[in-house]
């Protein structure tokens, strides 16, 4: 255990996760805190933090559900072959896509952070979908979270969320029902750490060292 302390003092900063203030582009990770069943064991990635409101998807909810039955008038879904993610208890009639593509430029996508962008346009997305690139990220989400920004500051304050930063890696992992657990193993003083987490492989790794 003092192992694995070590090796995550030397791969993360020691910033404090409280030191960070909710914004696009920001991870909320639910604590034992939380109080709202639906967001128990949650991850949100933030889309959008301005006066008039807060909205994020949860990032780790995966479905068995293939998107042509959730969206029949969307067609072109048929060519997705991945599960939809339930984004959220908002709206979940409504679809999200989350592309990371660091090679081309995205003017139709909203960009979030790093390479990674938000698009709710079918025809951009389904022009992603039809170029079919194995070298893009695509997730694609069902609903959102929404709150005022009086409310989540309060849940914040109570400690039923903590903040980091959002990375490709976590936000397409591909083991998003072991990514709540993970992000509980990466903590300092009680507080997450703050700079760059690992991927899933660094976690597996850490977790197995002797």
């Keep these: 255990m003092m192992l694995l302390r070590l090796l995550l003092l030397m791969v993360f900063s020691s910033t404090s996760a409280f030191s960070q203030m909710p914004s696009k582009g920001m991870l909320l990770v639910a604590t034992d805190e939380m109080r709202d069943p639906r967001f128990s064991e949650t991850i949100i990635l933030l889309l959008h933090h301005e006066s008039e409101g807060v909205l994020g998807v949860a990032i780790n909810r995966p479905t068995w559900v293939i998107p042509s039955t959730v969206f029949p008038d969307m067609r072109f879904m048929e060519n997705y072959s991945e599960n939809i993610f339930v984004g959220g208890p908002m709206a979940r009639t409504n679809v999200l896509a989350l592309i990371d593509d660091s090679e081309i430029e995205l003017p139709e996508a909203e960009p979030l952070f790093d390479s990674v962008y938000l698009s709710t346009n079918p025809e951009f997305l389904q022009e992603i979908i039809e170029i ?36 490709a890696d976590l936000v397409f992992s591909q083991n998003p029902l072991r990514l709540w657990d993970q992000l509980q193993l990466i903590k300092t003083n009680d507080s997450l750490i703050t700079a760059s987490l690992p991927t899933d492989e660094t976690v597996f790794a850490l977790l197995h060292a002797p």
């Excluded at 609903?143 to 969320?161: P, Y």
């Design 132 to 167: 079919a690139n194995p070298d893009v990220n695509l997730r694609l989400y069902a609903g959102h979270a929404s709150w005022e920004v009086t409310q989540l500051e309060r849940e914040i304050a109570a400690g039923q969320w903590k903040i980091i930063p959002a990375t």
